[in-house]
Nanobody, 124 residues
Framework: QVQLVESGGGSVQAGGSLRLSCSAS?????MGWFRQVPGKEREGVAG????????YPADSVKGRFTISRDSAKNTVYLQMNSLKPEDTAMYYC????????????????????WGQGTQVTVSS
């Protein structure tokens, strides 16, 4: 059983930046970030595999968000720049063993291990 602990959420004005961190209790191949707004479906934001390969399924974050990982620390990061009010959501770290993606590598798989979530609020 892998445990995930997120940190780094908070409130920021539009145009600002936040960095989310997620520490895993052990090594795990696939790690990613998802977000959810009440009443809406959960959305895959970014994923990264053990080799450093990344995927950004959400077009709205491309060019603004960057996922990275420190494998020695079993930690994944999400650097969020140029934040917009529509980025407001609960952000969840998730992880699993391969395969990391589905649909020909265009979507993140529904992972089995989840963190508790961290709220990101962007004000206009």
């Amino acid at each position: 059983q892998v445990q995930l602990v997120e940190s780094g959420g908070g409130s920021v004005q539009a145009g600002g930046s936040l960095r989310l961190s997620c520490s895993a209790s052990g090594y795990i191949h696939c790690m990613g970030w998802f977000r959810q707004v009440p009443g809406k479906e959960r959305e895959g934001v970014a994923g990264i595999n053990a080799g450093g390969g990344t995927l950004y399924p959400a077009d709205s974050v491309k060019g603004r968000f960057t996922i990275s990982r420190d494998s020695a620390k079993n930690t994944v990061y999400l650097q969020m720049n140029s934040l917009k009010p529509e980025d407001t959501a609960m952000y969840y770290c998730a992880a699993d063993y391969p395969p990391c993606t589905v649909a020909g590598g265009t979507k993140l798989r529904t992972y089995n291990y989840w963190g508790q979530g961290t709220q990101v609020t962007v004000s206009s």
